[in-house]
């Protein structure tokens, strides 16, 4: 929040959770990770049993790989269990080859919770899963140190966005 009119220019950074799954390589997890040296964020796994209370966050992110096209199921599953009904979010994911369906299941679940959605990253993520593994993987290197440095130039960009009080 900004302040004018004679007063110092105060800057209030949103409260962040990002609801994620990554496996294999971690690739979601490194993008998360590079994200979160931006300002402060818990990254909650959605595979380990946890109180969550998401409401008390004033803007929640959801992540994954993509897996057989999709978001991962166990992401898909959480956001329709705990997302609060207007709760700004965002979308994150990684891909070996093909983005799919991309972040669609969880986006439609926000849509129907009234959730005004902030924006949506993805960047490639090495890919050994299936058939990939008998070509030595796909995507080598990725998410590489440009990808991460667009996903804090991303997640800075939801922050202004959200300050703003805008969606995409």
Request: charged share 25%; glycine share 10%; aromatic share 14%.
């Amino acid at each position: 929040m900004f302040e004018n009119e004679g007063t110092v220019a105060t800057e209030q950074w949103m409260k962040t959770a990002i609801c994620y799954y990554s496996r294999h390589h971690g690739n979601t997890l490194k993008v998360l990770e590079a994200m979160a040296e931006e300002d402060e964020v818990d990254l909650i796994d959605v595979t380990t049993r946890q109180l969550v209370r998401l409401e008390e966050y004033d803007c929640v992110g959801f992540a994954s790989g993509i897996y057989g096209f999709e978001f991962q199921k166990a992401v898909v599953e959480f956001a329709r269990q705990y997302l609060p009904q207007g709760k700004p979010v965002f979308f994150v994911y990684t891909y070996g080859g093909a983005k799919g369906t991309g972040a669609k299941a969880v986006a439609e679940i926000a849509q129907e919770k009234g959730c005004p959605v902030l924006g949506e990253f993805s960047c490639k993520g090495y890919d050994t899963f299936g058939p990939f593994k008998l070509v030595g993987g796909i995507s080598k290197g990725h998410p590489d140190t440009e990808d991460l440095k667009h996903a804090r130039q991303f997640y800075r960009a939801i922050q202004e966005t959200y300050q703003r009080g805008e969606s995409v």
